[in-house]
């Protein structure tokens, strides 16, 4: 921390929605003392508009000197050849492990969903080379089509990321008292991607055996598994592509994307931020659920040990959603700011 004893973090308020939760979530954490020291920044969209590109060369620096950051979803300018956003700063800043927890708050369909899924974050079909091969056996009737008539995407993951991940989720579950990490794959399918996986994350699992179990499910059984019953996962990591596409389902389970958030991790920096998009319907509009940001600061709030105040945050959102405040995504009627100043008075 700096001499104010506060700690210094990069704010990127992001596109579309951004700025509207954004606003939600600082004035509750300014309710709660939080002690962050802002330095606000733009990407995406905004940073194209405010500095010229997509990802600008102060919120990178801001980023690596706070080793800190909240961000709102950003969208990547299309046309123009820019690379996703997120994606570059995950790589840029080696943030390998993508914590996103999904617990019940309201309850719905399902009454306690409580699963943490660990995604990793760098590798995978993220960092895949893609490109076109000339398609074979054709009458050259249709020229540049057949030039791109195979699409070819090469993921790839090594031993030691395999490791790293794998780790992260013991450790996470060690430090957050979780009895199961479970290992899910496409072994049958992607066998050596599988293989390399698997062999990597038992023998890291070996090392916490009587302290945390591990299991292993392929993916698409897994998919089906957490419809029919979630409690039966505790911590869940996996690869890249297939971590994206089961924490957007988990947030099903738990009441759609406005509930869930993520923390991107690495050795040196760490992002906080919702797992959804910048919901351009809603942008603008005054609608947008800011809990997703909200619980995202909440991680924030623990990864520097606010744990009273991340609980406090934590409890006044339970408190909140039973009251019945709830923005339209969840059947409610609540702004995005009258739902902020009814977490703030509960704090
Ligand atoms: P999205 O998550 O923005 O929206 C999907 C659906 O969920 C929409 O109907 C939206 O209205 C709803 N939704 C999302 N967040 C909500 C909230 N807080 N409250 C209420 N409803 C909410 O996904 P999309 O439409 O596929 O993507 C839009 C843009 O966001 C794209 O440019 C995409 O690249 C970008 N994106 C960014 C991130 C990120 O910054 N981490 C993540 C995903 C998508």
New binding site residues.
Partial sequence: SNVTGKIPATLIP?D??GPE?TAATTHVLDKLGAPFAWDVQQAGMAGLKAEGAPVPDSTMASIKRTGLALKG????PSGGGFRSV?VTLRQAFDLYANVRPARTLVPGRYEEVDIVLIRENVEGFYAAREYFLPQGGGDGAHGAAEAEGMAVTAGYVTRAECRRIVRHAFEYALAHGRKKVTLVHKANILKLMGKVFLEEGHKVAADYAGRVACDERIVDACAMQLCLDPSQFDVIVTTNLFGDILSDQISGLIG???MAPGANIGEKQAIF??V???????AGRGV???V?LMLAAGLMLDHVGEHARANSLRQALDSTLKAGVK?P?LGGTATTEAFAKAVAERL
């Fill in positions: 992001g579309g929605i939760i979803p950003l969208t990547t997120n759609g994307l406005g931020e919702a959804h998009g910048s919901a351009p319907d809603l947008a659920n800011p997703a923005t995504d």
